[in-house]
C-alpha cells in the first residue's frame, strides 16, 4: 500500500492512529480514479465492469453475472422502485420484467375454474418464446419471486413454450447436383490377327510287271 509522505498535504494529523492513516491514503487512491462518479451511479452509464458494485449498493436482491448488458442495467434500475413496493403483485411483475421474462401473474380472485380459489395463492405463468428454458433461468426466475412476493403466499411456478414472435421468416433453399451414369466397359473396335498357310503336294504311281527269266512265251 502507498505511504503517506510528511511533505504531502495531509487530511489526519500526525498523531492520527493507523487506520485513520490507511483510510487517508484510500481516499487519496479514489481521487486518482480517473472516472465520473456522477457516471458510477447511473445505471445507463457506469461502465461494465462496475456494475456489480452498483447493483450491491442498490440492493438488488438476485444477481446474474451471465446476463447480457442490457438485463443488468435493467435490473439494476428498477431496484429502488421495486423495494419500494416489495410484497406485492406489482414489485413482483417490475422484478421479472427486468429480467425480460415473459411473464403473467394470476391472483387466486381471478382463476377461470373456481375449485383452484384458493385465498392467498398466485400463479407464475412463463411464456417462452420458441424454446424452453435452462435450469439457470428457472432457477434466478424462483429465486425473484421467493425475494419480491411478500412471505404469506404461496404460488405455483408454471412453464409454457409459445412461439409469440411478430418477427416474420423467410427461409430460401437452393440444390444442385450433377447426374452421372456409368455404364459398363464396352470394346468398340475388335481386331483379328489371322495366319495363312499354302501348302501343295504330289503323288505319282508306276505299276511295274516282273516276270520270270526262263519263261518264253510260245506263238499260238
Same mark, same amino acid.
Given at each position: 500500500?502507498?505511504?503517506?509522505?510528511?511533505?504531502?498535504?495531509?487530511?489526519?494529523?500526525?498523531?492520527?492512529?493507523?487506520?485513520?492513516?490507511? $483510510?487517508?491514503?484510500?481516499?487519496?487512491?479514489?481521487?486518482?480514479?480517473?472516472?465520473?462518479?456522477k457516471k458510477l451511479w447511473n445505471p445507463d452509464e457506469c461502465p461494465t465492469?462496475? !456494475?456489480?458494485?452498483?447493483?450491491?449498493?442498490? #440492493?438488488v436482491d438476485k444477481w446474474d453475472n451471465t446476463w447480457d448488458d442490457r438485463?443488468?442495467?435493467?435490473?439494476?434500475?428498477?431496484?429502488?422502485?421495486?423495494?419500494?413496493?416489495?410484497?406485492?403483485?406489482?414489485?413482483?411483475?417490475?422484478? !421479472?420484467?427486468?429480467?425480460?421474462?415473459?411473464?403473467?401473474?394470476?391472483?387466486?380472485?381471478?382463476?377461470?375454474?373456481?375449485?383452484?380459489?384458493?385465498?392467498?395463492?398466485?400463479?407464475?405463468?412463463? +411464456?417462452?418464446?420458441?424454446?424452453? $428454458? #435452462?435450469?439457470?433461468?428457472?432457477?434466478?426466475?424462483?429465486?425473484?419471486?421467493?425475494?419480491?412476493?411478500?412471505?404469506?403466499?404461496?404460488?405455483?411456478?408454471? $412453464?409454457? !413454450?409459445?412461439?409469440? #414472435?411478430?418477427?416474420?421468416?423467410?427461409?430460401?433453399?437452393?440444390?444442385?447436383?450433377?447426374?452421372?451414369?456409368?455404364?459398363? +466397359? $464396352?470394346?468398340?473396335?475388335?481386331?483379328?490377327?489371322?495366319?495363312? +498357310?499354302?501348302g501343295c503336294g504330289y503323288q505319282s504311281v508306276n505299276t511295274i510287271t516282273?516276270?520270270?527269266?526262263?519263261?518264253?512265251?510260245?506263238?499260238?
Amino acid at each position: 500500500m502507498k505511504q503517506v509522505n510528511d511533505s504531502e498535504e495531509r487530511l489526519i494529523p500526525v498523531n492520527g492512529t493507523e487506520l485513520e492513516n490507511k $483510510i487517508e491514503v484510500i481516499i487519496k487512491r479514489a481521487e486518482a480514479i480517473d472516472i465520473s462518479f456522477k457516471k458510477l451511479w447511473n445505471p445507463d452509464e457506469c461502465p461494465t465492469e462496475y !456494475l456489480p458494485w452498483l447493483a450491491w449498493a442498490l #440492493s438488488v436482491d438476485k444477481w446474474d453475472n451471465t446476463w447480457d448488458d442490457r438485463t443488468k442495467r435493467n435490473v439494476i434500475k428498477e431496484s429502488i422502485s421495486v423495494h419500494r413496493q416489495k410484497g406485492t403483485i406489482g414489485a413482483l411483475k417490475k422484478a !421479472l420484467a427486468a429480467t425480460d421474462v415473459d411473464i403473467q401473474i394470476e391472483e387466486w380472485f381471478d382463476y377461470e375454474e373456481e375449485t383452484g380459489r384458493i385465498p392467498g395463492t398466485f400463479r407464475a405463468n412463463v +411464456f417462452s418464446r420458441s424454446r424452453g $428454458i #435452462s435450469e439457470t433461468e428457472y432457477s434466478n426466475i424462483k429465486d425473484i419471486i421467493e425475494q419480491t412476493k411478500n412471505a404469506r403466499s404461496q404460488y405455483d411456478l408454471r $412453464i409454457y !413454450l409459445a412461439n409469440k #414472435s411478430t418477427t416474420p421468416y423467410i427461409g430460401v433453399a437452393a440444390q444442385s447436383g450433377n447426374t452421372t451414369t456409368v455404364y459398363p +466397359f $464396352i470394346v468398340k473396335n475388335i481386331e483379328e490377327t489371322t495366319s495363312c +498357310f499354302v501348302g501343295c503336294g504330289y503323288q505319282s504311281v508306276n505299276t511295274i510287271t516282273v516276270y520270270p527269266k526262263s519263261y518264253i512265251a510260245t506263238p499260238v
